[in-house]
């Protein structure tokens, strides 16, 4: 049966990509992409060859009914994203929403994605947690940062590395100095890290030896009985 499927693409090392996802990308009419050069190169190194369309976050509004309306009419489209499960801050949620609204089946396989491996690595709490995704850059950040800091689950950001620093500060502004949180860098790559601290200790880390790579920032919520170390804590 025709259906969308969103595939899930490894987040660092290819090696992450699962038999089934392999199977679903050779077997689609169509692959969206939301970087054809990237997932060109992936599709390359699978020996997978297969037509292959944009899809991102500047035309989704404007293809996302053709889309649909292709697969209603008999094609299967598998969606990927440039690394993880797709809709996870990548597009996705739009093709979904409008394939559910017309009754067209909709598949998602299970797969990479970046927060779970970072969350459960940074020996905060995990059995509630919330994802927060990238913060607003302007309007609105404040009255998040705000709202965030009365969360007593833990808290799941992704974080580019221009701006990581930033956030640890105005985080232990609202928060406190002493709140524990963990930063994931570079996860499933060569150069993966993790390193554990408290918000200001990660903030001093961070301003004396700038990131670099994909970063994801998990914070320990308000009255978190998890403890933060007492010096920073490095895995690598």
Do not use: W
Request: charged residues 25%; proline residues 6%; negative net charge.
């Amino acid at each position: 049966m025709a259906k969308l499927i969103l595939v899930p693409t490894p987040v660092g090392n290819l090696e992450d990509i699962t038999l089934r996802a392999i199977r679903v990308l050779k077997e689609a009419d169509l692959i969206l992409a939301e970087d054809t050069r990237t997932s060109g190169n992936l599709l390359r190194h699978l020996d997978i060859h297969k037509p292959l369309r944009s899809y991102h976050a500047h035309n989704e509004h404007r293809v996302v009914e053709e889309l649909v309306e292709r697969i209603a009419a008999g094609e299967t489209i598998a969606l990927v994203t440039d690394a993880g499960t797709p809709g996870i801050s990548d597009p996705g949620f739009l093709i979904v929403r409008e394939c559910a609204k017309q009754g067209v089946p909709v598949e998602t396989l299970p797969g990479p994605t970046a927060f779970v491996p970072a969350l459960v690595n940074s020996g905060l709490p995990c059995d509630r947690f919330c994802f927060e995704g990238f913060l607003p850059q302007k309007k609105g950040r404040q009255t998040r940062l705000l709202k965030l800091a009365g969360e007593e689950r833990t808290m799941v950001f992704y974080e580019s590395p221009f701006r990581l620093q930033r956030a640890l500060k105005e985080l232990s502004v609202v928060m406190s100095a002493d709140r524990a949180a963990c930063v994931c860098r570079e996860i499933s790559k060569l150069h993966e890290e993790v390193r554990r601290g408290t918000l200001h200790e990660l903030a001093e880390h961070y301003a004396a030896h700038p990131p670099k790579g994909e970063i994801v920032l998990i914070v320990a919520g308000r009255n978190s009985k998890s403890e933060a170390s007492s010096s920073l804590d490095e895995e690598e």
